[in-house]
Every structure is written in structure tokens, then in C-alpha cells.
């Protein structure tokens, strides 16, 4: 089996926040903002307004489809 296959199963979450920490170094080293740059502008900017415009688009599309035409 492989090793990382073994991971997974004995300590799924620990190995998944590891994945996930490391995208967020290859985005950090990529862009050159670094890693906890890259976390803040994923997180506390990119989601939370990826979040409110899907909040919008789904209250536009709630009050068209109660509206008759």
C-alpha cells in the first residue's frame, strides 16, 4: 500500500489539513504573497464575498421565479 494511502486512512483529517496547507504555500510562493497572506485573502476576503454574491444572485433568481411574466 502506498504511504500516503496509509496516511489517509490512519489520520484522515490531520492529512487532509496538510494538503490543504500546502496549496495555500504553492498559492503564497506562486503569487509571492506568502502563505498567511494567501490564507487571509482566500478566507476573510474571497470567500466571504464569493458567499454574498451567490446570496444575491439566489434572491434575484427567488423573486423572478415568484414573479409571473
Do not use: Q
Not at 503564497?28 to 478566507?43: D, K, P, R, S, V
Not at 476573510?44 to 458567499?51: D, E, F, G, Q, R
Request: proline share 4%; aromatic share 14%; net charge positive.
Amino acid at each position: 500500500m502506498d504511504i500516503r494511502m496509509s496516511a489517509l486512512f490512519a489520520d484522515p483529517v490531520s492529512t487532509v489539513f496538510d494538503a490543504c496547507v500546502w496549496v495555500l504555500r504553492v498559492i503564497g510562493n506562486y503569487t509571492g504573497m506568502g502563505y498567511e497572506l494567501a490564507n487571509i485573502m482566500i478566507f476573510v476576503v474571497l470567500h466571504p464575498a464569493l458567499t454574498v454574491w451567490l446570496f444575491v444572485l439566489w434572491r434575484r433568481a427567488c423573486t423572478r421565479a415568484v414573479k409571473p411574466e
